[in-house]
């Protein structure tokens, strides 16, 4: 009988078993009997020798570099380190398109020399993210974790309408259709400071149910279209002390349930209405005369 060989074992595999390291074999050397992780080391050691000459020999080297650089890609390319996925993290799916389109990548392109700090640039170009990172997942997939703008209002002004986020930017790419639960801020200067007011709205949901649209007058103060027709005059300063007044009435007398045509708010500690012809509300100070009302 053949000796056995200490600390190890002298039998080798046949059959099925045979077959099977083979395939692993085969498996895990795609290029010339090397592994792919080989195949990356010795790209990495060629790269540093690329980063030597560079400091060496200055221009020249660094054109020699680049031809190296592109060698090497070319070498883990075909080791499979190429891009066969995108993954979008963080952004919805209107915004996942267009960031998509701008990053510029297409299937079966060389990851190793993919310029990830281009890519995050071209992704930031796009009005829908805040912020973005980028990161490589070896061997074949590229994953971008967006922070998307969130998008505030509809704004109209000029006749032309656009979404914009919690800053009043414009996002060009948002289409206005595609937003019709968006409350919609009207004028010039709307965008700016609607944030503000949007927030002391939310607070009383009786109220902005039936705001229609925000409307800023003399880019200094603010109007509440209402869906009935009727018209909420904000003062310049103290809306929300203003919008305080408005729930106390409603609790008191059902204001918004009632309807008007108009209610004045501009003068502190008067609250002047229009009613709506036939309807009176006694809950509520008769209208100030004009003159006091413009202050």
Avoid: C
């Amino acid at each position: 009988m053949p000796a056995a060989m200490r600390g190890g074992s002298s039998a080798r595999p046949t059959g099925r078993g045979a077959a099977q390291a083979a395939a692993r074999g085969r498996a895990a050397a795609p290029e010339g009997g090397l592994s792919a992780p080989a195949i990356l080391l010795a790209a990495l050691g060629v790269l540093l020798a690329a980063l030597v000459v560079i400091l060496a020999t200055g221009e020249r080297g660094a054109r020699l570099a680049a031809t190296i650089s592109a060698d090497v890609n070319s070498r883990l390319a075909a080791a499979g380190f190429r891009l066969a996925a995108v993954r979008v993290k963080g952004a919805s799916p209107l915004a996942t398109a267009d960031i998509l389109r701008a990053a510029g990548l297409y299937k079966d392109q060389p990851l190793a020399g993919l310029n990830l700090n281009d890519v995050r640039r071209r992704i930031e170009s796009v009005g829908w993210v805040d912020d973005v990172r980028v990161v490589r997942l070896l061997p074949d997939t590229l994953l971008i974790q967006v922070v998307e703008r969130r998008q505030l209002a509809v704004w109209q002004v000029d006749g032309r309408r656009q979404v914009i986020d919690v800053r009043g930017a414009p996002i060009p790419e948002a289409d206005p259709a595609s937003f019709s639960g968006l409350p919609l801020v009207v004028g010039p200067g709307a965008n700016v400071g609607a944030a503000d007011l949007l927030l002391e709205l939310r607070r009383r949901p009786a109220v902005l149910s039936q705001v229609e649209a925000l409307v800023r007058v003399d880019q200094r103060r603010w109007d509440l279209r209402l869906r009935s027709g009727g018209v909420i005059q904000l003062p310049a300063e103290g809306e929300a002390a203003a919008l305080r007044r408005l729930d106390e009435l409603d609790r008191a007398s059902g204001l918004m349930r009632i309807g008007f045509d108009r209610l004045d708010l501009r003068v502190p500690e008067v609250v002047a209405v229009r009613p709506r012809s036939g309807v009176t509300h006694p809950a509520a100070e008769p209208e100030a005369p004009e003159a006091a009302a413009r202050g």
